[in-house]
């Protein structure tokens, strides 16, 4: 592992998932040497913080929209919602 890495707001969450998955790849297969294991795993910690915390962010905007697209679809059959 490098010194120098991307934040994850860089990477993304699907690029976060893809260094992820080859950090524990490498784990599994003991690709990792055990001079590089503490920050490997230490990486790992940060992209799955990250993650959850996009995830969270995620479902926070999801239940501001969603309510509003349940009124359109009662405008839209002439319904209102009490």
Known sequence: MTDEQPPPE????SG???ELDRIVR??????VDVDHLAASV?????????CRTKLGD?????DEILPRLE?????ADG???E
């Not at 490498?26 to 690709?31: I, K, M, Y």
């Not at 230490?42 to 799955?48: I, K």
């Not at 995620?58 to 999801?62: A, H, N, Q």
Request: hydrophobic residues 40%; contains cysteine; aromatic residues 6%.
């Open 10 to 13: 860089t990477l993304g969450f």
């Open 16 to 18: 976060c998932l893809s």
């Open 26 to 31: 490498g784990l599994e297969t003991d690709a």
């Open 42 to 50: 230490q990486r790992a910690a940060d992209l799955v913080e990250w």
């Open 58 to 62: 995620t479902r926070v905007r999801l």
């Open 71 to 75: 009124l359109d679809d009662d405008a």
């Open 79 to 81: 319904t209102e919602q």
